[in-house]
Each structure stands twice: as C-alpha cells, then as structure tokens.
C-alpha cells in the first residue's frame, strides 16, 4: 500500500533549537525512526517536508553575503530549491541510517520538486504568508509587511496559492512502488507559474495531499505536535476526535474550530485527498505511526 508521509516542522527544528546541522540532523532521525512501524507493515512512503524556517534563514544568509561581500541575493524560488537539496540531504542521511539499523532494504532518493500553480489564482492580491525575519519597523522595499499578532515586529508576507499540478509526478509514484522511498514535493515544492519560478509559498500540506491523489496513494498522513485533531483546543470542552468525515470537517471549518496557520490547512489537505480518491488521511504525531488507533482519520 502507498501512502504519502508528510513531516512536520517539528521533524526539523524543535522550540527552543537554534538549527545547527546536528540538530536537525537528530531531530530528522528521531522522526525517520517512527517510520519503521509503516515499512514493517508493507508500506511503500512518499515523504514530503516543510521548509519554512530554512527560507527563512536563506534569505538572511543571501541578504547578509550582499551587504558584507557583495555577492547577489537569490529569489525565494532559488532558497526554496536550496532548502529542498539541503533537507533532502538530512533526511536521506538519517533514513539511511534507520533503515540500516532496523534490518530494513529499502533505499531512498530525492527530488528537486517544482510546483505548478496558476498564476490567476485569487493568492496573489492577497499575500498571507510570513517569511524571512522580524523588523521593527515595515521596510520600504516594495514587498508587502504585516505586524506580527504577538508582537514581535513586522514581518514579510507572500501569496500561498493552491498547487494544481506537480513536475515528474509519474516518475514519483513509480518509483515508489518499486520500493524506493521517495522525497519530494519539500516545503509544498518550488512554485512555478508556466514553469517559471515565482516568489510565494506553498502549503507543504496540501502539495503533499496532491502528491499523494496524483500518484494514487491510498493513504496520507499528515505529521503534527499532537496525537490527535481537537475541537474546543485548549479551551472547556476540549475533545480529541477520532474519526472525521469530510462533512463534519468542513463544519468545524466554518466555525472556527481549526487554527488557520496550524490545524485548518492540514484538515483542509485531508479533505481534498479523501474527495479525490483517497482512502483516508491520518493527522497526528510521529510517534504515534504503527498504532491502530492513532491519530484522527478523514474520510468521506
């Protein structure tokens, strides 16, 4: 069975982290270890990944060899490849490794992945994504700058469109199903409009759900910080849910029971999987992969 695995941020960069190489380096193994439940059980895996703090610190790194050395800063299509390479590159180091230690054949490969989307999607008059870092004051570069609800400055916002098609996907699905794992779609891939990149940010959830529809997996799941989905999180009433139809997803979505920014887009991935041919979508933590009762499954 084929299913795609979609890491977290937590898999790269835990709180309180600076993101030295061994860091993420232990932090990626950690989470590669909790995979071996799923390999053991026959699952051939397709793993995708965020990237948004590496974009970030990207950008600062080109920004910073600009100002000191005169070297040119790269567009975020160009960080957004590099970032790809570089956690592609961690993930096979420790995959490697788990594999090996586990007893387990498999071998991985990664791909460069770019991203198509449309360039009249409704994203583009109104960028939502934050990226790079905090200023104190809204610079006067031309890019659009939102203050931070938490107070911590300003902050570069970019348009985060919907995926709607996906480089050498055919090659993705075949390989997997040979018995390669394969890493791809990273940090929701190098959005392309026309096969030109273009700078935004793509929900590295919902590109993996359309990974996952192309390459007729039958099962997504979906990597977090808690084991389960929650209505009334944190709040009275608080309620772990086991099992989410589309139709009950998409009433808590209308009433607010998801966090936008955390919870709401992974949902919205389980449904658009789920409703094009997808048998159902796991969300929950890592080290719940391999329970039979884990995480909170979406189905129809």
């Not at 990626?28 to 610190?57: A, F």
């Not at 929701?188 to 990149?197: Q, S």
């Not at 209505?231 to 009433?237: A, C, E, L, Q, V």
């Amino acid at each position: 069975m084929l299913a795609v695995v979609a890491f977290g941020g937590n898999a790269l960069l835990r709180s309180g982290q600076k993101g030295t190489f061994p860091e993420q380096l232990e932090n990626v193994e950690r989470t590669c270890e909790n995979l071996v439940p799923l390999l053991k059980q026959g699952y051939q895996i397709i793993i995708g990944h965020g990237n948004g703090p590496q974009v970030g610190n990207g950008l600062l790194r080109h920004a910073a060899g600009e100002a000191a050395y005169g070297l040119p800063a790269q567009p975020m299509d160009f960080c957004g490849a590099e970032t790809q390479g570089s956690i592609a590159y961690l993930i096979e180091t420790a995959l490697d490794r788990v594999l090996k230690r586990n007893g387990l054949s498999q071998k991985v490969v990664s791909l460069v992945t770019r991203v198509e989307v449309k360039a009249d999607d409704p994203a583009w008059s109104n960028p939502t994504k934050p990226v790079g870092p905090y200023y104190a004051e809204a610079p006067q570069d031309g890019a659009v700058y939102r203050e931070d609800p938490k107070g911590r400055g300003w902050r570069k916002v970019v348009p985060s469109p919907v995926p709607v098609g996906i480089a050498n996907v055919d090659l993705v699905g075949r390989l997997a199903r040979e018995g390669w794992i394969v890493v791809t779609v990273g940090g929701g891939g190098i959005p392309v409009v026309d096969g030109r990149g273009v700078e935004a940010v793509i929900d590295k959830d919902l590109a993996s759900a359309l990974c996952a529809v192309k390459t007729g997996a039958e099962a997504l799941f979906i990597l977090t910080d808690v084991p389960k989905v929650y209505i009334n999180f944190r709040r009275p009433g608080e309620q772990a849910l086991d099992v989410l139809t589309v139709a009950d997803a998409r009433r808590y979505l209308a009433e607010g029971q998801f966090a936008e920014g955390s919870m709401a887009p992974k949902v919205r991935a389980g449904i658009f999987f789920v409703e094009n041919g997808g048998k159902e979508c796991i969300i929950t933590e890592a080290g719940e992969l391999g329970n039979a009762s884990c995480g909170t499954r979406i189905i129809r």
